[in-house]
């Protein structure tokens, strides 16, 4: 009887002496790192809870268009007001984005180790997107049991009352004026012109791109240069061929031409993966951290203006993408983690070298980085296109 007893010890014993997997890292259900995040007793998995944290985010973003479709009805007069709108919108919904971020990690760690998910290239990352995380624009619209006092707090603004706000004019990127360099050896951005790059047959080997540089820091982990932190611009996607065709519209770097994989940046792409819908990407590489990163769009339309605003305001960054000038039709959003680097230039049009033939055309235009101190301006209007 005691050797037996001696046995079931030593093999208890070992049970727990055993060395863990090496293959996967130990990542349990997320946790919800915010208070005002309630999760009910039934959704207790990562992927249940990253669909609840999508559905409460587009509740959140149909009461930003209805306040927006207020705004846009008398725009002279609510203008001002409704940029402190955006505002309050951005620090109502950063607690649920960070939430995201992390169901978002967690469920791909079920799946991959970090080693595993660095050592696959930007294409199979795509592939994999949606099996991983399912399709963002179902499970968004998805009703939830999850509740949110941010959201409560967000439908009981009164929008009537807000307070006015302006900001600064658009960069320059004609050559000269706006001290940004063109470096286009295949002639495929055609023409630069001050608020619009004309982006002609570029592919993934033409290696072009219109940079300046701010000097180096300059655009920090908070982009406290920046009006709310926030950057803006708008793009055109209209013809792309071959398999998974990309134009980077918007990048912030320490190079004016990073090379992919081994230059920290953080960058937005348009692409099209079907032929038909054009997809925005948001993308860190941040060496520092190191943080390799990426969210994906929903399926969005070619041959459509869209407006995006890039936020970095310590917590993470995140990209809007609105339909229409006054940015008050919100349609999707992306995150990524924060990452710790700072960066000097600004890049746009850039092919981030790799190879391939796919074939990619359309027009970046309008980019505001919100610095100057104006006293007036058009709030936030980025531009009048016409599809």
Same mark, same amino acid.
């Given at each position: ?310 936020? /970095?305001? =310590? +917590? %993470?960054?995140? #990209?809007?993408?609105? &339909?229409?000038?006054? @940015? *008050?039709? $919100? ?20 092919? /981030?070298? =790799? +190879? %391939?033939?796919? #074939?990619?055309?359309? &027009?970046?235009?309008? @980019? *505001?980085? $919100? ?17």
């Amino acid at each position: 009887m005691v050797q037996f007893i001696l046995a079931m010890l030593m093999l208890f014993m070992g049970l727990f002496s055993m060395a863990p997997p090496e293959t996967f890292d130990a990542f349990p259900v997320a946790q919800a790192i915010d208070p005002d995040i309630t999760y009910p007793p039934s959704l207790d998995t990562n992927t249940e809870r990253l669909e609840a944290v999508l559905s409460l985010l587009d509740t959140m973003r149909l009461e930003y268009n209805r306040v927006g479709a207020v705004a846009i009805a008398d725009w002279e007069r609510h203008e001002g007001r409704f940029a402190t709108y955006r505002r309050l919108y951005a620090e109502k919904t950063g607690p649920l984005l960070i939430e995201y971020r992390t169901l978002k990690l967690a469920v791909r760690k079920e799946s991959f180790s970090d080693s595993q998910w660095r050592d696959k290239s930007e294409d199979e990352k795509d592939a994999l997107y949606d099996s991983l995380y399912g399709d963002k624009k179902t499970l968004r619209e998805t009703p939830t049991i999850a509740t949110s006092r941010l959201l409560d707090e967000l439908k009981a603004v009164d929008f009537l009352i807000l307070d006015g706000g302006w900001d600064d004019p658009f960069e320059d990127w004609s050559a000269g004026a706006g001290e940004y360099t063109e470096s286009d050896a295949s002639n495929v951005l055609n023409p630069v012109a001050a608020q619009q790059i004309t982006v002609v047959n570029l592919t993934r080997t033409s290696n072009s791109s219109v940079s300046k540089s701010f000097g180096a820091g300059h655009f920090d982990t908070t982009f406290s240069q920046s009006t709310a932190s926030t950057h803006l611009i708008s793009s055109f996607g209209d013809d792309f061929d071959g398999a998974n065709p990309s134009i980077f519209i918007y990048g912030v770097a320490n190079t004016a031409t990073p090379d992919d994989g081994t230059d920290p940046w953080i960058g937005v792409r348009m692409q099209d993966r079907s032929g038909t819908n054009l997809r925005f990407r948001l993308d860190i590489d941040d060496g520092a951290t190191p943080v390799d990163e990426n969210d994906i769009s929903i399926n969005h339309a070619l041959d459509t203006q869209y407006f995006l605003s890039i936020v /970095r305001d =310590g +917590s %993470g960054v995140v #990209v809007r993408t609105f &339909t229409e000038s006054t @940015l *008050d039709n $919100q349609v999707d959003v992306m995150t990524v983690s924060q990452g710790d680097t700072s960066f000097e230039f600004m890049v746009s049009g850039y092919s /981030r070298a =790799g +190879s %391939g033939t796919q #074939v990619s055309n359309g &027009t970046i235009n309008d @980019l *505001d980085l $919100q610095q100057a101190a104006v006293s007036r301006r058009r709030a936030i209007i980025i531009s009048r296109w016409h599809e």
